[in-house]
């Protein structure tokens, strides 16, 4: 079986990087470390949470407000590069029972009130760096210590995304691209062989080498992943 280029790139290329961060922070008493991916200065969706030490008992609660809080830091991060204090803010007229609930987690365990780090990095990518329930004040030399290596989380991303484009690119063949490229325009799959002058038989081997080599459980998958890595352009048909 083929192996998934883009997980081997993501594994190798920049979770040393938040390993870095993540013993810095510990270093530092921070108790909750949190990253999350902004919009960037071309005015491209970000990647939301890439990284957090949340407990496991209430990541799938607090993921929840992912949306909401990634909104609110691309705001407040817009024109600064200084850190600033920070603590997630209710923003709905009338919360949900749920969201109250996920609210009062987050506020009770100081997840996301503490430091926050602006990430304005090179290659248009914008992120934030949050130090939760930080039991001690630092210095600027900390401060400038925790900048540098959270830009490096941010370039390393960057870079592993432009090596697993540029890898699965290389390696998926024409024929496999026109099939996810027909597949995303919502095309009836039934004429993709006529249209390419395959058999049926040929396309779906192309469809599933695809999902191979993108490490893909279905052809929708394999879709979202070659959109993220820019193969494919996320058009309308």
Same mark, same amino acid.
């Given at each position: 079986? $083929?192996?998934?280029?883009?997980?081997?790139?993501?594994?190798?290329?920049?979770?040393? +990087?938040?390993?870095?961060?993540?013993?810095? $922070? $510990?270093?530092?008493?921070? %108790?909750?470390?949190?990253?999350? !991916?902004?919009?960037? #200065?071309?005015?491209?969706?970000?990647?939301?949470?890439?990284?957090?030490? /949340?407990?496991? =008992?209430?990541?799938? +609660?607090?993921?929840?407000?992912?949306? *909401?809080?990634?909104?609110?830091?691309?705001?407040? #991060?817009?024109?600064?590069?200084?850190?600033?204090? /920070?603590?997630? *803010?209710?923003? /709905?007229?009338?919360?949900?029972? *749920? %969201?109250?609930?996920?609210?009062?987690?987050?506020?009770?365990?100081?997840?996301? &009130?503490?430091?926050?780090?602006?990430?304005? =990095? =090179?290659?248009?990518?914008? !992120?934030?760096?949050?130090? =939760?329930?930080? %039991?001690?004040?630092?210095?600027?030399?900390?401060?400038?210590?925790?900048?540098?290596?959270?830009?490096?989380?941010?370039?390393?991303?960057?870079?592993?995304?432009?090596?697993? %484009?540029?890898?699965?690119? @290389?390696?998926? #063949?024409?024929?496999?691209?026109?099939?996810?490229? /027909?597949?995303?325009?919502?095309?009836?799959?039934?004429?993709?062989?006529?249209?390419?002058?395959?058999? *049926?038989?040929?396309?779906?081997?192309?469809? @599933?080498?695809?999902? +191979?080599?993108? !490490?893909?459980? +279905?052809?929708?998958?394999?879709?979202?992943?070659?959109? $993220?890595? !820019?193969?494919?352009?996320?058009?309308? &048909?």
């Amino acid at each position: 079986m $083929a192996n998934s280029v883009f997980a081997d790139l993501q594994a190798n290329n920049f979770v040393s +990087s938040y390993l870095e961060l993540s013993e810095i $922070a $510990a270093r530092y008493k921070c %108790q909750y470390l949190t990253v999350f !991916g902004l919009s960037s #200065t071309a005015g491209k969706p970000g990647n939301a949470l890439l990284f957090s030490n /949340w407990p496991p =008992g209430m990541s799938a +609660s607090v993921s929840s407000l992912v949306p *909401e809080i990634v909104s609110q830091l691309d705001r407040e #991060t817009e024109n600064t590069v200084l850190p600033f204090d /920070w603590e997630f *803010e209710q923003c /709905w007229a009338a919360p949900t029972d *749920e %969201q109250r609930h996920n609210l009062d987690i987050v506020r009770e365990t100081g997840l996301l &009130s503490g430091l926050v780090i602006p990430v304005h =990095g =090179g290659h248009f990518r914008k !992120g934030a760096v949050i130090l =939760g329930r930080m %039991q001690r004040s630092l210095n600027q030399q900390e401060i400038m210590t925790l900048q540098a290596v959270s830009l490096r989380v941010f370039e390393g991303r960057f870079i592993a995304e432009i090596e697993a %484009q540029k890898e699965v690119k @290389d390696r998926l #063949t024409a024929n496999e691209q026109k099939c996810l490229d /027909w597949i995303a325009r919502g095309k009836p799959i039934q004429q993709l062989g006529e249209h390419l002058g395959l058999s *049926e038989h040929t396309t779906r081997i192309c469809i @599933d080498s695809a999902c +191979s080599k993108l !490490g893909a459980s +279905s052809s929708t998958h394999a879709i979202a992943k070659a959109i $993220a890595l !820019g193969i494919l352009e996320n058009t309308p &048909s």
